[in-house]
């Protein structure tokens, strides 16, 4: 995509209308993928390529539609955004999964104890049959597509459902995947939560979901009637730490961009800052310069400044604001004019923060940040610790004994040191949450390992010693179990 088709997608998004969500019955999707699976259980490693391959042409193939769709769904929102946050990861991931597929499908040799020799064990990889696919809003193409290119490298037939509160983005999902690939190898449905609710209920042999750490308990609680295992990635609220020695404008610029990019709409976007109680008044001088540097001043007509998804989301935001305002917070807003005529909500700083406030107790996900002072490292890893486990950590610092403290004393999805989000775009490295952020892992080599089942196999040679362990029970088992027992 170059740049006018960029400003074409730019330029197009105003007049066009989100289509109605429509979609096949929901029971007779799931027959037909359940039913693919059955006629053809353990696809090729060439199949499997095909099927990606199909999935990578259809991403390259349909960038401006892509980008117009989102662009519909959230009012305002760059397509470079969208080319670099979604389509971007999801080509690479792509690219990842096709460059490593052959060699993680085949059968790994593991030890044999030796009282079982010359017998031998090894470890296949199958399908787990049909994963469902519940996707959010935020980043509604890469966290739909990249979970079903996972999928299909482990060789699953997927049925998906992506959010309501991005419409036109779900109906081209569904008519694109519906194009591309035969009804029996994936099946897009759209719906409301009464649908989501149905879909987890399904037997499905996987469910991967992106969301809510409270929708995701109803996710698990439903998937638990059928012993369906899930990976759950949720949110929670991710901290980053500033230490007094580190480069102050450089962790400024990494922290406002995780709240810049998609408007703060991000499930691992830093959810508050700690910083040196000394350097505070410094660090919110720097925020501010920052976002001048980002936005120009502008927030409204900005078209680098994403909108918020839907005005119940705008007014969740600002009540969080006003929530924190009358228990005595102080607040700095960014920008001279009216961002909600646009669907946005202005960058704001929350100064004076507690826990009695909801903006510290609720995932923000939006372009508001807390600023928490602290007077020594260890006072903030506690700090930390007190609290749920977030599904990311930033921390800022060059002493690497300290960067090992913060890494070994603490627990979180996933970390990056001197940066922000970047650690989601890794394919080598997995992408998951821990505790109340969720379970499990996906991306990359642990993704193909969490939609496959490890068959673990025992070949029996013609000769063998374990006859010596049929009754009755001689003198020489007894050795044996002499010297192993003791």
């Known amino acids: 995509m170059d740049s006018d088709d960029v400003q074409h997608a730019a330029a197009e998004v105003e007049p066009l209308e989100a289509p109605e969500p429509t979609g096949p019955d929901l029971q007779a999707a799931f027959i037909a993928v359940r039913d693919g699976y059955a006629a053809e259980p353990m696809p090729t490693l060439a199949q499997r390529k095909a099927w990606l391959n199909r999935l990578l042409a259809m991403v390259r193939d349909n960038q401006v539609r892509i980008c117009e ?18 389509l971007m990861v999801v080509i690479t991931g792509i690219q990842h999964l096709l460059a490593h597929l052959g060699g993680w499908m085949e059968p790994e040799r593991r030890q044999t104890g030796a009282l079982f020799a010359p017998a031998w064990s090894e470890v296949r990889y199958q399908p787990k049959g049909v994963v469902g696919v519940i996707s959010p809003w935020n980043y509604p193409v890469h966290l739909a597509l990249t979970p079903i290119a996972t999928a299909f490298a482990a060789g699953n037939r997927v049925l998906l459902k992506p959010s309501e509160l991005s419409p036109a983005t779900s109906a081209l999902l569904q008519e694109l995947l519906h194009g591309a690939f035969p009804k029996d190898l994936i099946q897009v449905v759209t ?22 750490t409270a929708v995701g308990r109803h996710v698990m609680r439903a998937a638990a009637e059928n012993l369906t295992p899930v990976t759950l990635e949720l949110g929670g609220k991710s901290p980053a730490i500033v230490h007094r020695k580190a480069d102050l404008k450089h962790a400024v610029q990494r922290i406002v961009f995780a709240k810049v990019l998609n408007a703060g709409q991000t499930c691992i976007a830093v959810d508050y800052a700690m910083v040196p109680r000394e350097l505070e008044g410094r660090f919110v001088e720097l925020v501010n310069a920052q976002l001048d540097a980002f936005l120009g001043g502008r927030v409204a007509d900005n078209p680098d400044f994403t909108s918020i998804i839907t005005d119940r989301h705008r007014a969740r935001l600002e009540q969080l604001v006003a929530d924190a305002v009358a228990k005595g917070a102080r607040i700095t807003r960014y920008g001279s004019d009216d961002p909600a005529s646009a669907g946005k909500v202005a960058p704001t700083i929350l100064q004076g923060v507690d826990d009695t406030m909801d903006v510290m107790r609720e995932e923000i996900f939006g372009p508001l940040l807390p600023v928490v002072p602290y007077d020594t490292l260890e006072q903030a890893l506690a700090w930390v610790n007190a609290r749920p486990r977030p599904l990311a950590l930033y921390y800022f610092d060059r002493d690497e004994r300290r960067i090992d403290q913060v890494l070994t004393g603490t627990h979180a999805g996933g970390v990056c040191v001197n940066d922000t989000l970047l650690h989601g775009a890794q394919e080598d490295i997995p992408f998951g949450g821990v505790g109340e952020s969720g379970m499990g892992a996906y991306h990359g080599r642990e993704g193909f390992l969490s939609l ?12 063998r010693l374990t006859w010596l362990f049929n009754p009755p029970y001689g003198q020489a088992v007894r050795t044996i179990l002499k010297a192993v027992v003791g």
């Open 69 to 86: 769709a989102v662009a519909r769904d959230f009012g305002t929102r760059s397509p470079v955004e969208t080319l670099g946050a979604e």
């Open 191 to 212: 719906g409301g939560p009464e649908v989501g609710q149905a879909f987890a209920s399904l037997p499905l042999n996987h469910i991967v979901f992106t969301g809510s």
């Open 452 to 463: 496959s089942h490890a068959k673990a196999v025992f070949h029996q040679r013609r000769i």
